[in-house]
């Protein structure tokens, strides 16, 4: 498939792919605030904020409603399972270390990649593998409000 053709998402995994573009745009505003030499402080603040109101929620509604969907053995399975526990352990030593540098660039990088692997390759084989039951199912599911992560927050660091 070309790089630039966009990708046929079945309703029911639309409302993810939603939250997905707010986590790409957590990833630039990540690489704004280091490209614009701000306090990494400031963005690891940020970056835990867009945790508790998005991230985790978004994590949590994959795992119990999509991943479960593939047997535990599946390596798509284990790889998006894995993906999250690292970005969550990136999140704890973020915590901790929130001066880190190197530690806001590995997190840029491991939610880019795995927001990539999770459009690319685990939505369109959930699409082709479960039934239609299966994904009506989840019409319901709204995508989670990302504009009140930046609306909550005053420090936009990323415009400055």
Known sequence: MDENTPIKRHPAMVSFSKDHHFGLLLVWKIRQGIKKEVSSVRISNY???FFEI????HFQEEEQLLFP???AGNPLRQKAEEDHRK???LLNDIAHDKGNLALLNRMALEV???IRFEEREL????QA?????ELEALLSRAPINSYQAAD???DVFWEK
């Open 87 to 89: 970005i969550l352990q």
């Open 112 to 114: 880019e990649a795995h």
């Open 54 to 57: 998005d991230l985790k929620q």
């Open 69 to 71: 969907k593939l047997p």
């Open 47 to 49: 970056v835990l904020h």
């Open 129 to 133: 593998h479960m039934g239609e039951k």
């Open 152 to 154: 909550q927050w005053e």
């Open 123 to 126: 939505f369109g084989y959930l």
